[in-house]
């Protein structure tokens, strides 16, 4: 009985956070590149759309999450048709997830030598060719490590998201282990999320040190 709950709260904490990374890092890698390229001296330069980008990130990393996740209630009825279960709680995991995945991209390829940028630019590379070509592939291990710590993140969010029904382990450790007293079913839940978070952590690092060493 305890094992079967288990199981079942783990595949759904799984499948929020794998759907969720993936519609974060859709929603946020463009946006950090363009955070990047749209700056002044840079191959894109658009002063204005890199003010009003700013603006819109800052302003939902302001949100806590469990605020966020009921803002995002109406959106979460309109796109999945309800705002109770795993599905509903993948639109504002994503939502919340998108600004630190933006951030990391950015922070990434601002790690590039401008010199090499300059370089590319100068040898008549076109403007698709300088980030996908030579920013992307240069500062890979960095969003690789990067991603892995936003999925990380992700997991806690959804357990956060498990206080008012979005299921996964964080419910189950809230509503059998805290309301109804179980402290084993609590335990359980806790020992599964550490063990989710190292297996993640330990395959981003694997994959940093495979795209480092393949260099």
């Known amino acids: 009985m305890v094992f079967n709950m288990i199981w079942t709260s783990t ?3 799984l499948y929020m956070v794998f759907f969720s990374a993936i519609f974060s890092m859709v929603i946020g890698f463009p946006i950090g590149i363009l955070l990047v390229v749209t700056k002044e001296g840079n191959i894109l330069e ?4 890199n003010k009003i980008l700013e603006v819109c990130i800052n302003t ?4 806590p999450f ?3 996740m009921i803002c995002v209630f109406p959106l979460s009825r309109i796109i999945v048709g309800t705002t109770i279960g795993v599905n509903a709680a993948i639109v504002p995991l994503s939502i919340s997830a998108a600004p ?3 951030r990391m991209v950015e922070g990434a390829l601002n790690e590039i030598d401008k010199g090499l940028i300059e370089a590319s ?5 076109s403007n698709f060719t300088i980030i996908f070509k030579v920013m992307i592939p240069e500062t890979l291990p960095h969003l690789i ?7 990380i993140s992700l997991i806690g969010y959804s357990a956060m998201a498990g206080t008012i029904g979005a299921g996964g382990l964080g419910d189950l450790a809230i509503r059998f282990g805290y309301q ?7 335990i359980y839940s806790v020992i599964v999320i550490i063990v989710l978070v190292q297996l993640i952590q330990s395959f981003g690092n694997y994959l940093v040190y495979r795209v480092k060493k393949n260099r």
């Open 46 to 49: 658009r002063p204005t759309l």
């Open 60 to 63: 939902l990393r302001s949100f």
């Open 66 to 68: 469990i605020i966020l």
């Open 11 to 13: 595949l759904e904490t």
């Open 145 to 151: 490590h990067g991603l892995t710590v936003t999925v």
């Open 100 to 102: 630190f995945v933006a």
């Open 180 to 186: 109804r007293f179980k402290t084993d079913i609590m």
């Open 121 to 125: 630019s100068s040898m008549g590379a």
